[in-house]
């Protein structure tokens, strides 16, 4: 059983205005982060953190490669299956 909120106490959302102002806001706040020596600091130490492995893109392209070997030919079967079922 789904219980669903009244009108009353339903949150408001924000109108149109409400909403740009508050995405011109957090754009101002995110500029500030981001050209702040601080912020460049925290940014490239995020990056360092979370750095891929080395072998990750041969790695993932291998995977892709491998994955899509048999695509076209399960897309052709698939294709003949619904043809052939019509």
Same mark, same amino acid.
């Given at each position: 059983?789904?219980?669903?909120?009244?009108?009353?106490? @339903?949150? $408001?959302?924000?109108?149109?205005?409400? *909403?740009?102002?508050? %995405?011109?806001?957090?754009?101002?706040?995110?500029? %500030?982060? *981001?050209? @702040?020596?601080?912020?460049?600091?925290?940014?490239?130490?995020?990056?360092?953190?979370? %750095?891929?492995?080395?072998?990750?893109?041969?790695?993932?392209? @291998?995977?892709?490669?491998?994955?899509?070997?048999?695509?076209?030919? $399960?897309?052709?079967?698939?294709?003949?299956?619904?043809?052939?079922?019509?």
């Amino acid at each position: 059983m789904v219980i669903m909120p009244t009108p009353e106490q @339903s949150p $408001a959302w924000p109108d149109r205005e409400q *909403w740009q102002s508050f %995405r011109s806001e957090e754009l101002k706040i995110l500029r %500030r982060q *981001w050209l @702040s020596d601080s912020g460049a600091i925290d940014i490239a130490l995020d990056l360092a953190y979370h %750095r891929a492995p080395d072998d990750y893109l041969e790695r993932l392209y @291998s995977d892709l490669a491998t994955s899509q070997k048999s695509a076209p030919r $399960a897309l052709a079967e698939c294709l003949s299956g619904s043809l052939a079922s019509e």
